[in-house]
């Protein structure tokens, strides 16, 4: 019997005026994360100018790569 798991809820946040630096810190608690949030959301730029709407990843403490873009 195959076991169901329930589909990861991704969280979504809208933010002003910051960086997906903080934004990393703030709510995956590890700013080199900053990446995984930015291909989520198809972004390359870490500075939110303006106000964004973000989908931010499930918490991973150890998805944390230095926070180089594409690895």
Excluded: H
């Amino acid at each position: 019997m195959a076991s169901l798991q329930s589909p990861v809820r991704l969280q979504v946040v809208t933010v002003s005026g910051t960086t997906l630096f903080a934004v990393a810190s703030q709510y995956l608690g590890d700013a080199t994360q900053w990446n995984r949030i930015a291909k989520l959301n198809g972004l390359v730029d870490p500075t939110i100018a303006g106000t964004a709407t973000l989908q931010l990843p499930a918490v991973n403490a150890s998805a944390g790569n230095g926070g180089i873009l594409g690895l």
